[in-house]
């Protein structure tokens, strides 16, 4: 061993000690250190001091990243829930979020169930429809636990139509609903008859459509789309304008040339998909969670491994999946949100975070990427400065860079990717999302956005289960 | 008199900022008393004792709690406004606005500029830190103490696995790159390089050789416990391998607390075959001199056999102060340490002399646990010097006083109070005080400076703790 012949310290402790490098000329990086809970600590020393487990914790990791990142996800298909997603029962719902009952369920997740019901023709009213799924005639489960994820609410039913993305470098599918678009949406527990009819016309109308043109176009590299819109302001979360018009301009053809143009509704019909497709910037926000599902599903099962798979929301708690702990959720209540409000609302008429979406942070996009979208800060309520702060300070808690998303703005460096349990446990950040508010009370909507720290126990619970395992 | 207390939930703050902030209040006008403290159940009950704190505030662990005691309502009311001054983080000048700085070493990259962990974190969270560190091929300078023997096993199994300097933990000293870490004076460079597993030895020594223009290339500090027998000195044996083959060492120094004979051994065997001469202290273990390795008996006998190594004249004996009055038969030696080995040293002294002691280490892990190290923060040791003044049985008092960077800024100015209170309340001939002033020139309180102001306090003032010890058991056993 030969000793350094000059030192670049970097400190874990009083600031006094910097100080005296100071003094005698030496600069020095002081950590931010906060001490965590004692039982995290010797969680992480048992982690990282046995070489055994060590070996196989970062032998795991890198296998986890490795499939994380070298997804390719292509959407190929657009079904009918029931016919494709797997274990979904005749009369069952599937929710956003870790596993809930009705009783726990926040108002905007019972007015989107509801709704659901009533537009599975399960109920004819939406007191008779509550009535059956406060019997619990309708079985509840998380979208997660069936390859799926949903924005909010998150609530697919079997007749709804699912968009089917394929991870071709492993095989594997993940699913999500088409978007609904903004205003009054089932997603936001509205549930009204305009919000039925929607739904209806997406089934009917723009399905068979969509289909037809997703399945002539022989696969849309949603990845690839990911890393270009990156390029172009999105984040993939609050803000999806240019990955839904990327998806637009790739799927126009295919829609323009198919058969139904041949019938006399078709010129009609593949306008009106365009013209949904032109009204909602956030179309893509579904394929963009489905895209991170199908590429971190891959992952949900390397024991050892201390990478996050899953972060979610139901309104009630916010839950986490991990690599080494595999389908087991771990929970906080759900967290309250750091916002913009629209005009007349504000944090009194907020539910708590709210949607699967955080599945696109889990994958390294949404907040971790903020600093590729500067024009969102200010929606959230923001700075270009403190979009880049976020970013940063993910890099802090994630094991790696994602090869193929990266950030313009940072001289294209990847975007933090995989969410390490033993970081999160030591420096006490826990992960931020970009999120929508939706109001308390169900039916009312969207009434601000913003960003959001996920409480840091779960992360806590799941380290001290990878580490006594 | 009014009592004003707050309770910040989930905040935390080192002992040395609450030091600070505990002595800024304090300094208020118109405040009796103040404290800040994190709210330990045990600092509960002292401030509550202390009629700081009414029983059953509710408080954890992982709040901030401050209390102050004013002269009214006014006073008390005024210095808890200034807290968010106080408790106020310097932000860290090398980020960027935009950047936000790490929170732990396990977000530290390999491969980076960095090449060395500095961690002085509560020993509760010190492995995981040092762990973290050494994984990020970061070299580890850990400060803190209350560190688990078979973490410190594992850390120093890694750092050797690794090919890292796994320093401590409770390494109080090093100079790495002529820079010195933790408490460390400002001493020449030069031929000598020392490893130590005692940080206030290797500060004796370095100052004593600073004193004859004999330099310091490089100084390992390896922690308190690296030669017992649960360590087997791994740490000091792969020093004394890398001092071996740094060009800039000429003569090898090894300063111990006592060591395990087996670890002793095999230090031994490896210094025979080091090709450069080498100076052992291990304060206690008797081995034969063999070949190019010597053994010393104390630190200060150690400076002098290196300075004779390197064909140099050592410094002339310091002069004793003349004993006056009688013998006090029925006193002993006090002495209030912040150095442990000085500690151990001043006992193997008196012991040798027959003179009754009570000697103790203020820097020892049972005294630092929430609370800032005794070079740092006096007070501990100035209200026990004070409290000395009560007993009769006080035959002569012996300090340690230590300069250097990280240490107390005004260290003799801090404990010349307590010095006065206590000559002025003990009962009967007041009984002299010894102090060891360890320092080197260059260090930013002044020798010199401390020197006379320790003087003028009322003490006997020596570099080398030998003497200062020898004098105080002189001073006691002087008729008999």
């Not at chain 2, 002269?71 to 807290?83: M, N, P, S, T």
């Not at chain 2, 980076?112 to 970061?138: K, M, S, T, Y």
Request: glycine share 10%; with cysteine; net charge negative.
């Amino acid at each position: 061993m030969n000793l350094p012949a000059s030192i670049q310290p970097v400190i874990a402790g009083p600031e006094e000690f910097a100080d005296a490098l100071a003094n005698q000329g030496v600069p020095s990086v002081r950590l931010a250190w906060q001490p965590p809970p004692e039982t995290v600590s010797s969680a992480a020393t048992r982690v990282l001091g046995d070489a055994r487990r060590y070996a196989a914790m970062e032998a795991a990791n890198t296998e986890a990243m490795t499939r994380i990142t070298s997804a390719r996800c292509v959407l190929v298909d657009l079904r009918m829930a029931r016919d494709i997603v797997p274990e979904l029962g005749d009369r069952m719902l599937l929710h956003a979020g870790p596993p809930l009952s009705w009783e726990a369920a926040c108002g905007p997740m019972r007015g989107a169930l509801a709704g659901a019901a009533l537009y599975e023709g399960w109920a004819r009213s939406l007191p008779e429809a509550e009535t059956l799924l406060e019997r619990g005639d309708i079985a509840l489960s998380p979208c997660h636990e069936h390859d799926a994820v949903g924005p909010m609410a998150g609530v697919i039913s079997p007749s709804m139509p699912v968009l089917v993305v394929e991870n071709k470098t492993y095989g594997n599918r993940a699913f999500s609903t088409l978007n609904e678009g903004l205003g009054k949406v089932l997603r936001y527990g509205a549930n009204d008859a305009g919000v039925i009819a929607r739904l209806r016309w997406l089934r009917d109308e723009v399905a068979p459509t969509l289909t037809a043109a997703i399945r002539r176009a022989d696969g849309l590299d949603l990845t690839s789309i990911i890393a270009q819109a990156l390029h172009m302001g999105d984040e993939l979360h609050n803000r999806n304008k240019a990955a839904t018009a990327l998806f637009t301009r790739a799927i126009a053809p295919s829609l323009a040339e198919g058969d139904i143009h041949r019938s006399p509704l078709g010129p009609r019909l593949v306008g009106a998909i365009l013209r949904y497709l032109a009204e909602t910037d956030v179309f893509f926000l579904n394929l963009a969670m489905a895209a991170s599902k199908a590429a971190l599903d891959p992952a949900a099962d390397l024991p050892g491994s201390t990478i996050v798979t899953a972060m979610s929301r139901n309104g009630t708690e916010f839950g986490i999946r991990t690599s080494g702990t595999g389908d087991r959720w771990f929970t906080a209540p759900a967290p309250a949100i750091d916002g913009l409000y629209f005009p007349g609302y504000g944090p009194d008429d907020a539910n708590p975070d709210l949607g699967d979406s955080a599945i696109t942070e889990t994958g390294g996009l949404g907040a971790f990427a903020l600093a590729a979208a500067p024009a969102i800060t200010q929606f959230i309520g923001g700075t270009p400065a403190l979009a880049r702060r976020y970013t940063d300070e993910m890099y802090g808690i994630t094991y790696a860079e994602h090869p193929r998303y990266t950030i313009p703005a940072l001289d294209f460096r990847g975007t933090p990717v995989g969410v390490d349990l033993l970081k999160v446990g030591m420096s006490r950040i826990a992960p931020v999302l970009d999120t929508g508010i939706a109001h308390k009370e169900s039916g009312v909507g969207q009434i601000g956005a913003g960003i959001v720290r996920v409480p840091i126990e779960p992360f806590d619970q799941a380290l001290m289960a990878v580490a006594s395992s | 008199m009014a009592l004003r207390w707050l309770v910040r939930a989930n905040t935390y703050h080192d002992s040395i900022k609450l030091m600070r902030i505990s002595e800024s209040l304090g300094a208020q006008q118109g405040v009796v008393r103040a404290a800040a403290v994190m709210g330990t159940p045990l600092n509960r009950d002292l401030l509550e004792d202390d009629g700081l704190l009414p029983p059953g505030v509710d408080v954890s662990s992982d709040d901030l709690l401050v209390t102050v005691l004013g002269e009214d309502d006014v006073a008390a009311d005024r210095a808890l406004a200034r807290l968010d001054d106080l408790v106020r983080v310097r932000a860290a000048s090398d980020y960027g606005s935009h950047l936000s700085i790490p929170h732990t070493m396990a977000s530290v990259s390999p491969g980076g500029e960095a090449n060395l962990a500095v961690i002085a974190v509560p020993g509760a969270f010190a492995a995981a830190e040092a762990f973290a560190a050494l994984r990020a091929d970061l070299h580890v300078y850990l400060f803190s103490d209350n560190v688990a023997v078979q973490d410190e096993v594992r850390l120093k199994r890694l750092a050797a696995e690794r090919d890292l300097l796994m320093m401590g933990p409770d390494c109080g000293t090093a100079i790495l790159g002529g820079v010195g870490l933790g408490f460390a004076n400002r001493v020449q460079s030069g031929p000598v390089g020392i490893v130590g597993a005692s940080g206030t030895g290797i500060q004796q020594v370095a100052c004593l050789l600073d004193a004859v223009d004999i330099g310091i290339a490089a100084a390992i500090g390896t922690g308190g416990r690296d030669l017992s027998s649960a360590v087997g000195g791994s740490m000091t044996r792969r020093a004394v391998a890398a001092l071996k083959t740094d060009a800039a060492v000429q003569i090898v120094v090894v300063i111990s607390k006592p060591a395990d004979g087996r670890a002793a051994q095999r230090l031994h065997k490896d210094l025979v075959k080091l090709r450069k001469p080498s100076v052992v202290c291990l304060l206690g273990a008797e081995l034969e001199d063999q070949g190019t390795v010597h053994y010393a008996a104390n630190l200060t006998d150690t400076a002098r056999m290196v300075a004779e190594l390197l064909g140099r004249e050592f410094m002339a004996p310091e002069e004793l102060p003349k004993v006056t009055g009688p013998a006090r038969p029925d006193t002993q030696v006090y002495g209030l340490f912040a150095g442990g080995t000085l500690r151990t040293e001043a006992a193997q002294v008196l012991d040798a002399m027959g003179v009754p002691h009570t000697l103790l280490d203020l820097g020892g892990d049972e005294y630092t646990q929430g609370r800032a190290h005794p070079m740092i923060d006096p007070r501990l040791r100035a209200g026990m010097l004070t409290d000395l003044a009560a007993r009769s049985d006080v035959g002569a008092v012996l300090l340690d006083i230590i300069l250097g960077d990280l240490a107390h800024d005004d260290p003799a100015g801090a404990i010349a109070p307590a010095l006065a209170e206590f000559q002025a309340n003990v009962q009967g001939p007041v009984p002299p005080i010894y102090v060891t002033l360890v320092g080197a020139r260059r260090d930013p309180q002044g020798l010199s400076e401390q020197h006379a102001r320790l003087e003028a306090a009322g003490a006997h003032v020596f570099a080398a703790n030998v003497v200062a010890a020898g004098a105080a058991g002189r001073s006691i056993g002087s008729a008999t």
